[in-house]
Protein backbone atom coordinates (compact mmCIF):
# COMPACT_ATOMS: atom_id res chain seq x y z
CA UNK A 1 0.00 0.00 0.00
CA UNK A 2 1.36 3.25 -1.24
CA UNK A 3 1.63 5.66 1.69
CA UNK A 4 -0.95 9.01 1.18
CA UNK A 5 1.81 11.35 2.52
CA UNK A 6 3.86 9.95 -1.14
CA UNK A 7 1.00 11.68 -3.20
CA UNK A 8 0.50 14.90 -1.32
CA UNK A 9 4.87 15.27 -1.64
CA UNK A 10 4.15 14.24 -5.43
CA UNK A 11 1.25 16.75 -5.89
CA UNK A 12 2.92 20.11 -3.69
CA UNK A 13 6.28 19.10 -5.91
CA UNK A 14 4.30 19.35 -9.10
CA UNK A 15 2.56 22.49 -7.96
CA UNK A 16 5.34 24.56 -6.88
CA UNK A 17 6.97 23.51 -10.45
CA UNK A 18 3.72 24.99 -11.91
CA UNK A 19 4.24 27.97 -9.88
CA UNK A 20 8.04 28.34 -10.87
CA UNK A 21 6.56 28.28 -14.90
CA UNK A 22 3.80 30.55 -13.89
CA UNK A 23 6.27 33.45 -12.75
CA UNK A 24 9.32 33.06 -14.29
CA UNK A 25 8.39 31.66 -17.97
CA UNK A 26 8.64 34.63 -21.09
CA UNK A 27 5.78 32.86 -23.60
CA UNK A 28 2.28 33.98 -22.45
CA UNK A 29 0.92 30.31 -23.90
CA UNK A 30 3.91 28.27 -21.22
CA UNK A 31 2.35 30.05 -18.49
CA UNK A 32 -0.95 29.15 -19.17
CA UNK A 33 0.43 25.64 -19.70
CA UNK A 34 1.92 25.78 -15.76
CA UNK A 35 -1.70 27.30 -14.85
CA UNK A 36 -2.86 23.22 -16.31
CA UNK A 37 0.01 22.04 -14.32
CA UNK A 38 -1.02 23.93 -11.27
CA UNK A 39 -4.58 22.46 -11.25
CA UNK A 40 -3.56 19.06 -12.00
CA UNK A 41 -1.97 18.86 -9.30
CA UNK A 42 -4.31 19.79 -6.98
CA UNK A 43 -6.65 16.95 -8.93
CA UNK A 44 -4.00 14.09 -7.72
CA UNK A 45 -4.14 15.51 -4.16
CA UNK A 46 -7.99 15.56 -4.55
CA UNK A 47 -8.29 12.12 -5.83
CA UNK A 48 -5.56 10.33 -3.24
CA UNK A 49 -7.18 11.96 -0.39
CA UNK A 50 -11.03 10.54 -2.00
CA UNK A 51 -9.59 7.36 -2.17
CA UNK A 52 -7.62 6.88 1.60
CA UNK A 53 -10.65 8.94 3.43
CA UNK A 54 -13.01 6.91 0.95
CA UNK A 55 -15.22 9.49 0.08
CA UNK A 56 -16.44 10.39 -3.41
CA UNK A 57 -16.57 13.74 -2.70
CA UNK A 58 -12.88 14.81 -3.61
CA UNK A 59 -13.99 13.28 -6.95
CA UNK A 60 -16.59 14.72 -7.83
CA UNK A 61 -14.66 18.31 -6.82
CA UNK A 62 -11.83 17.02 -9.01
CA UNK A 63 -14.72 16.31 -11.82
CA UNK A 64 -15.66 20.62 -11.63
CA UNK A 65 -12.27 21.20 -11.15
CA UNK A 66 -11.39 19.42 -14.66
CA UNK A 67 -14.72 21.78 -15.94
CA UNK A 68 -13.18 25.01 -14.85
CA UNK A 69 -10.05 24.06 -16.52
CA UNK A 70 -11.24 23.71 -19.71
CA UNK A 71 -13.39 26.64 -19.61
CA UNK A 72 -10.46 28.76 -18.35
CA UNK A 73 -8.46 27.54 -21.48
CA UNK A 74 -11.05 28.46 -23.72
CA UNK A 75 -10.96 32.24 -22.23
CA UNK A 76 -7.33 32.14 -21.84
CA UNK A 77 -6.71 31.33 -25.21
CA UNK A 78 -8.69 33.45 -27.21
CA UNK A 79 -7.17 36.48 -24.80
CA UNK A 80 -3.79 35.07 -26.40
CA UNK A 81 -4.94 35.65 -29.66
CA UNK A 82 -6.54 38.42 -28.91
CA UNK A 83 -3.10 39.60 -27.71
CA UNK A 84 -1.85 38.23 -31.25
CA UNK A 85 -4.09 40.77 -33.43
CA UNK A 86 -3.21 43.80 -31.62
CA UNK A 87 0.13 43.42 -30.53
CA UNK A 88 1.73 40.70 -32.81
CA UNK A 89 4.21 39.44 -29.72
CA UNK A 90 3.54 36.43 -27.21
CA UNK A 91 6.06 37.43 -24.65
CA UNK A 92 4.94 38.90 -21.54
CA UNK A 93 7.57 41.32 -21.50
CA UNK A 94 6.55 43.46 -23.90
CA UNK A 95 3.18 44.08 -23.03
CA UNK A 96 3.28 47.14 -20.49
CA UNK A 97 0.66 49.72 -21.32
CA UNK A 98 -1.10 49.06 -18.09
CA UNK A 99 2.22 49.81 -16.62
CA UNK A 100 1.67 53.15 -14.46
CA UNK B 1 6.30 -3.53 -2.65
CA UNK B 2 5.82 -3.81 -6.58
CA UNK B 3 2.64 -1.29 -5.66
CA UNK B 4 5.34 1.22 -4.70
CA UNK B 5 7.65 0.35 -6.95
CA UNK B 6 4.90 1.62 -9.76
CA UNK B 7 4.56 4.74 -7.62
CA UNK B 8 7.87 5.71 -7.68
CA UNK B 9 8.19 5.61 -11.39
CA UNK B 10 4.68 7.24 -12.08
CA UNK B 11 5.87 10.19 -9.42
CA UNK B 12 9.52 10.32 -11.07
CA UNK B 13 8.40 10.55 -14.71
CA UNK B 14 5.66 13.39 -13.27
CA UNK B 15 8.39 15.24 -11.56
CA UNK B 16 9.98 15.19 -14.64
CA UNK B 17 8.26 15.39 -17.41
CA UNK B 18 6.61 18.34 -15.57
CA UNK B 19 10.24 20.00 -15.72
CA UNK B 20 10.90 19.51 -18.91
CA UNK B 21 7.41 21.54 -19.72
CA UNK B 22 8.29 23.91 -17.92
CA UNK B 23 11.64 24.69 -19.44
CA UNK B 24 11.79 23.76 -22.84
CA UNK B 25 12.48 26.53 -25.27
CA UNK B 26 10.31 25.86 -28.14
CA UNK B 27 6.51 25.87 -27.22
CA UNK B 28 5.77 22.84 -29.33
CA UNK B 29 8.16 20.70 -27.61
CA UNK B 30 6.50 21.41 -24.08
CA UNK B 31 2.54 20.78 -25.56
CA UNK B 32 3.77 17.03 -26.72
CA UNK B 33 5.94 16.76 -23.26
CA UNK B 34 2.24 18.00 -21.32
CA UNK B 35 0.49 15.21 -23.33
CA UNK B 36 2.73 12.86 -22.06
CA UNK B 37 2.45 13.75 -18.66
CA UNK B 38 -1.51 13.97 -18.44
CA UNK B 39 -1.08 9.73 -19.59
CA UNK B 40 0.59 9.69 -16.82
CA UNK B 41 -1.34 11.65 -14.40
CA UNK B 42 -4.39 8.86 -15.96
CA UNK B 43 -2.56 6.00 -14.94
CA UNK B 44 -1.82 7.25 -11.35
CA UNK B 45 -6.06 7.94 -11.37
CA UNK B 46 -6.59 4.33 -12.26
CA UNK B 47 -4.02 3.21 -9.59
CA UNK B 48 -6.25 5.09 -7.31
CA UNK B 49 -9.33 3.06 -8.75
CA UNK B 50 -10.86 5.81 -9.92
CA UNK B 51 -11.33 5.23 -13.53
CA UNK B 52 -14.23 6.99 -14.65
CA UNK B 53 -11.16 10.73 -13.63
CA UNK B 54 -8.94 8.62 -16.11
CA UNK B 55 -10.64 8.67 -18.54
CA UNK B 56 -12.09 12.11 -18.17
CA UNK B 57 -8.21 13.03 -17.96
CA UNK B 58 -7.12 11.81 -21.48
CA UNK B 59 -10.43 13.02 -23.16
CA UNK B 60 -10.97 16.34 -21.66
CA UNK B 61 -7.44 17.31 -21.18
CA UNK B 62 -5.37 15.76 -23.46
CA UNK B 63 -7.95 15.20 -25.94
CA UNK B 64 -9.82 18.86 -25.57
CA UNK B 65 -7.50 21.40 -24.14
CA UNK B 66 -3.62 20.25 -25.26
CA UNK B 67 -5.17 20.69 -29.05
CA UNK B 68 -6.56 23.94 -28.46
CA UNK B 69 -3.08 24.46 -26.98
CA UNK B 70 -1.38 23.39 -30.33
CA UNK B 71 -3.66 25.26 -32.61
CA UNK B 72 -2.48 28.52 -30.35
CA UNK B 73 1.18 27.49 -30.92
CA UNK B 74 1.28 26.95 -34.24
CA UNK B 75 -0.07 30.59 -34.85
CA UNK B 76 3.30 32.01 -33.52
CA UNK B 77 6.88 32.42 -34.48
CA UNK B 78 8.46 29.55 -33.82
CA UNK B 79 11.90 30.61 -34.57
CA UNK B 80 11.49 34.03 -33.21
CA UNK B 81 11.23 31.59 -29.55
CA UNK B 82 14.55 29.60 -30.31
CA UNK B 83 16.22 32.99 -30.58
CA UNK B 84 15.43 35.01 -27.37
CA UNK B 85 15.88 33.90 -23.62
CA UNK B 86 13.50 31.74 -22.42
CA UNK B 87 12.67 33.56 -19.10
CA UNK B 88 11.79 36.71 -17.96
CA UNK B 89 14.42 39.17 -15.98
CA UNK B 90 12.38 38.23 -12.64
CA UNK B 91 12.82 34.40 -12.82
CA UNK B 92 15.18 33.54 -10.28
CA UNK B 93 12.39 35.89 -8.01
CA UNK B 94 10.04 32.84 -9.41
CA UNK B 95 12.26 30.03 -8.36
CA UNK B 96 12.65 31.30 -4.90
CA UNK B 97 9.02 31.29 -4.94
CA UNK B 98 8.46 28.26 -5.68
CA UNK B 99 10.41 26.57 -3.57
CA UNK B 100 9.37 28.80 -0.71
CA UNK B 101 5.76 27.32 -1.05
CA UNK B 102 6.90 23.39 -1.47
CA UNK B 103 9.26 23.64 1.78
CA UNK B 104 6.24 25.51 3.44
CA UNK B 105 3.54 23.09 2.22
CA UNK B 106 5.94 20.22 3.04
CA UNK B 107 6.87 21.51 6.08
CA UNK B 108 3.13 21.66 7.14
CA UNK B 109 2.63 17.82 5.68
CA UNK B 110 3.57 16.21 9.50
CA UNK B 111 0.35 18.10 10.96
CA UNK B 112 -1.98 16.20 8.77
CA UNK B 113 -4.35 14.19 9.98
CA UNK B 114 -6.63 12.25 7.72
CA UNK B 115 -10.54 12.36 8.62
CA UNK B 116 -12.49 9.16 9.67
CA UNK B 117 -13.42 7.11 6.76
CA UNK B 118 -16.22 7.90 4.76
CA UNK B 119 -19.22 5.00 3.26
CA UNK B 120 -17.74 4.48 0.40
CA UNK B 121 -15.29 1.98 0.59
CA UNK B 122 -13.35 0.14 -2.09
CA UNK B 123 -15.73 -2.80 -1.85
CA UNK B 124 -19.10 -0.65 -2.50
CA UNK B 125 -17.54 0.72 -5.08
CA UNK B 126 -16.48 -2.58 -7.01
CA UNK B 127 -19.80 -3.69 -6.37
CA UNK B 128 -21.77 -0.56 -8.01
CA UNK B 129 -19.48 0.20 -10.08
CA UNK B 130 -17.47 3.54 -10.37
CA UNK B 131 -18.76 5.83 -12.80
CA UNK B 132 -22.53 4.77 -11.31
CA UNK B 133 -21.23 5.90 -8.16
CA UNK B 134 -19.99 9.27 -8.98
CA UNK B 135 -23.16 10.07 -11.72
CA UNK B 136 -25.87 9.36 -8.35
CA UNK B 137 -23.47 11.68 -6.22
CA UNK B 138 -23.34 14.12 -9.32
CA UNK B 139 -26.99 14.39 -9.86
CA UNK B 140 -28.41 13.94 -6.41
CA UNK B 141 -26.39 15.84 -3.86
CA UNK B 142 -24.30 17.78 -6.27
CA UNK B 143 -26.85 18.70 -8.80
CA UNK B 144 -27.02 22.77 -8.39
CA UNK B 145 -23.10 23.08 -8.64
CA UNK B 146 -23.48 20.74 -11.56
CA UNK B 147 -25.85 23.47 -13.36
CA UNK B 148 -23.60 25.97 -12.00
CA UNK B 149 -20.54 24.25 -14.34
CA UNK B 150 -22.52 24.33 -17.23
CA UNK B 151 -23.49 27.62 -16.85
CA UNK B 152 -19.74 28.39 -16.72
CA UNK B 153 -19.36 26.30 -19.36
CA UNK B 154 -21.69 28.40 -21.32
CA UNK B 155 -19.97 31.52 -20.64
CA UNK B 156 -16.90 30.38 -21.76
CA UNK B 157 -18.01 29.55 -25.11
CA UNK B 158 -19.70 32.89 -25.21
CA UNK B 159 -16.53 34.98 -23.70
CA UNK B 160 -13.89 33.12 -26.55
CA UNK B 161 -16.46 33.95 -29.47
CA UNK B 162 -15.91 37.47 -28.52
CA UNK B 163 -12.73 37.48 -27.79
CA UNK B 164 -11.46 36.26 -30.50
CA UNK B 165 -13.78 37.63 -32.82
CA UNK B 166 -11.99 40.00 -35.40
CA UNK B 167 -14.28 43.47 -34.59
CA UNK B 168 -18.02 43.68 -33.20
CA UNK B 169 -19.68 45.54 -36.08
CA UNK B 170 -21.31 48.67 -34.69
Redesign the interface.
Known amino acids: MVPLHWYMVLSMTVFSIGVFGFLSRKNIIIIFMSIELMLNAVNINLIALSHYIQDMRGQILAFFVIAVAAAEAAIGLAIVIALFRNKATAHVDEVKEMRG | MI ?2 LF ?1 LYF ?1 FA ?2 GI ?2 L ?2 TRRN ?1 VH ?2 LW ?1 LL ?2 FH ?1 AS ?2 L ?4 E ?2 AA ?2 VI ?2 AG ?2 LV ?2 L ?3 L ?2 NIRE ?1 LR ?8 P ?3 T ?3 A ?2 VL ?2 MS ?1 RS ?1 V ?9 ALIKQETHTK ?2 GK ?2 YTE ?1 LY ?1 FEV ?1 SL ?2 L ?3 I ?3 V ?2 K ?1 RLKP
Open positions: QQFAIVSLVVPSVMLFILYFLNSFMIQVYGILFFVVLMEISKFIGAATGFFAVILVLIFAAPPGIYSIVLLLFPAILVAIGAILAR
